[in-house]
């Protein structure tokens, strides 16, 4: 069974920091390219980042200079590191593995991802 946990969201003030971690079992994790996504109330779920899976990301516009991915192998974990945050990025966070090993040019698309978490919440106040 293949199985992807998120943890780490919150409630923080606008300006702080969140680490989220997502955790797989190693089938899944080893040579998987690796998702963030977010949806917000009302919106549609859209991807924050992508790791390959042996380190290259890519960033949304809207998080580049303020979020960043990493992953430990030995682990089994991949982080999202949220700077500066704002109330704008309030949201559902999800982490999603790809059975590609390295990002697709549509990494950010929800269709490139085969496995999912539940969501961890993150919640900005101004």
């Known amino acids: 069974q293949v199985q992807v946990v998120e943890s780490g969201g919150g409630l923080v003030q606008a300006g702080g920091s969140l680490r989220l971690s997502c955790t797989a079992s190693?089938?899944?994790?080893?040579?998987?390219?690796m998702g963030w996504f977010r949806q917000a109330p009302g919106k549609e779920r859209e991807g924050v980042s992508c790791?390959?899976?042996?380190?290259?990301?890519y960033y949304a516009d809207s998080v580049k200079g303020r979020f960043f991915t990493s992953r430990e192998l030995v682990k089994n974990t991949v982080y999202l590191q949220m700077n500066s945050l704002k109330p704008e990025d309030t949201a559902m966070y999800y982490c999603?593995?790809?059975?590609?090993?390295?990002?697709?040019?549509?990494?950010?698309?929800?269709?490139?991802?085969?496995?999912w978490g539940q969501g961890t919440q993150v919640t900005v106040s101004s």
């Open positions: 999603a593995a790809d059975r590609d090993d390295y990002c697709s040019r549509s990494w950010s698309d929800r269709l490139q991802y085969q496995y």
């Open positions: 190693e089938l899944t994790f080893r040579g998987y390219a």
């Open positions: 790791i390959s899976w042996n380190g290259p990301t």
